[in-house]
């Protein structure tokens, strides 16, 4: 079920949340998280109920193992706590490997030894790289004996809360479940209920209104025209930049302020990283829960800068190459995550050196870099990203013909006149949409700089209206980006 539906926003939101708060009213606070936790279930199988049985033997394997390494003490065990978290890892990758690069693994096993090996054509189960690092977070704290709920309802809840079930935020146990059990939360909160439904009203128009526009030309130039001059290729990796982050920051826009209702917050997963000044803060910014995953879980165990510097440069590299693989099954998602991973080590090999550029300069360098690495994480093919990035640096400069008697002595530099980004069906207004993209992600405060100044006022509340406009235009209905990984 997607959030930007009709089914959602007038049956399932109002129904879950009246039910919810009814149970805890009438103090049937077990009943109400059983209801929250089927609830929520029933939200993931509205996609394809199928996947339902794997989400559960997932949540029964993790919790049970979670118990096992949290009281390992206390009993004697025929193996190590190591080698006991050791399992509970290979089994959470193994399941997440087996549907998401089975397939990526057999074409390249049969391209390499020339064999035959027919593909298993597996769907993605929805949300599985999300719950996987969930639950793998869940057993590396509880092998640190971080964790002190145990209760399986508890866990239910924490694994399936519906907002951040399908693309997060990636959250930890211990900072999710002391609110469930805190009494207060279990009262509906009218502040909250405001503050929600203004968050979510952003999200809901980023997605909508702004996403959904900029997913046309990027759709047009990235899958659709065989060739593309300067201005059109500029434009289609412009339009996926902005479309994926109005996209995916809408996703957690709307996540949170519908965990708001619920009188639950969860973190902040965006703090406009366009206006990063290096690739360290833009990876501080962008997908805050997915950076401080792979940072906890993945780059301090393998030394992080502990070890010395080649170690380090290292751990940076496989840090984020494998979080390029987590993305996606493709050699396109490697190679970005590649490119992210010897940004950083170029970047910490440039602070050694105690040079510190323009905040100008280091915006436009950083701002451009995020935007050509964005072409292989979009590009289904390596054809289509060389397409576009043959076209933002090699392709031909068309300016619109209305300017050729204005602009006539720029044809001794090669400059033509005529359809300048027909290739993606643009027009001026695609050019006046990214001009506003820049604006809104580099000059305005965010989503969460609005929360934090949020006050039940009239003018507050005339920011609803932009969940008013979205409503009009739901008939377009989209997937959220973020379901492909």
């Excluded at 399986?152 to 809840?157: D, E, G, K």
């Excluded at 069906?425 to 929360?451: A, E, P």
């Amino acid at each position: 079920m997607l959030f930007n539906s009709y089914e959602f926003i007038f049956l399932f939101l109002p129904i879950t949340f009246f039910i919810y708060f009814y149970l805890n009213k009438q103090h049937l606070t077990e009943l109400s998280k059983g209801f929250l936790v089927f609830a929520s279930l029933f939200f993931y199988s509205w996609w394809n109920v199928a996947y339902l049985p794997l989400i559960l033997v997932s949540m029964l394997f993790n919790y049970s193992l979670g118990g096992q390494l949290a009281r390992y003490e206390q009993k004697r065990r025929c193996c190590s706590k190591r080698n006991l978290l050791s399992v509970g890892i290979v089994a959470n990758l193994a399941l997440l490997g087996y549907f998401k690069y089975s397939d990526f693994f057999i074409e390249n096993f049969n391209l390499l030894t020339g064999g035959s090996l027919s593909l298993l054509h597996l769907a993605l189960p929805l949300a599985i790289s999300f719950y996987t690092f969930q639950q793998i977070a869940y057993l590396v704290d509880s092998y640190r004996s971080e964790t002190k709920e145990y209760d399986f309802l508890n866990y239910a809840v924490f694994v399936t809360f519906f907002p951040q079930l399908i693309a997060g935020p990636i959250v930890h146990h211990k900072e999710m479940m002391p609110q469930f059990a805190t009494l207060r939360n279990k009262v509906i909160n009218y502040h909250n209920i405001a503050l929600g439904l203004f968050i979510f009203s952003m999200g809901l128009f980023k997605k909508v209104a702004i996403a959904d526009t900029f997913a046309i030309w990027a759709t047009e130039g990235f899958d659709v025209a065989t060739k593309l001059e300067m201005i059109e290729a500029w434009a289609t990796s412009l339009s996926y930049t902005f479309q994926l982050y109005f996209d995916f920051s809408g996703y957690t826009d709307m996540a949170i302020g519908l965990a708001l209702l619920f009188n639950i917050t969860l973190p902040i997963n965006f703090n406009s990283p366009y206006k990063a000044l290096s690739i360290q803060s833009f990876w501080r910014r962008w997908h805050i829960t997915l950076s401080r995953f792979l940072k906890d879980y993945l780059y301090i165990p393998l030394g992080g800068n502990r070890k010395g510097e080649l170690r380090t440069y290292l751990n940076l590299f496989a840090t984020f190459l494998l979080g390029g693989i987590w993305h996606g099954a493709g050699w396109t998602f490697v190679f970005w995550g590649a490119l992210h991973g010897i940004a950083l080590m170029v970047h910490r090999a440039w602070q050694k050196l105690g040079i510190t550029l323009p905040a100008l300069l280091a915006w436009f360098i950083t701002f451009n870099f995020v935007n050509i690495a964005w072409v292989f994480f979009r590009a289904k093919e390596w054809s289509d990203a060389i397409k576009v990035l043959h076209g933002m640096f090699a392709g031909a400069l068309i300016f619109p013909a209305a300017l050729e008697s204005r602009l006539d002595f720029l044809k001794p530099l090669g400059i033509t006149f005529g359809g300048w980004i027909n290739g993606i069906h643009g027009d001026f207004y695609t050019i006046l949409w990214l001009i506003c993209g820049f604006v809104v992600v580099v000059g305005m405060k965010n989503s969460m700089q609005w929360r934090d100044q949020f006050k039940p006022t009239m003018l507050h509340m005339l920011a609803t209206v932009l969940f008013l406009l979205s409503i009009f235009i739901l008939y377009r209905k989209s997937e959220f980006i973020y379901f492909n990984f």
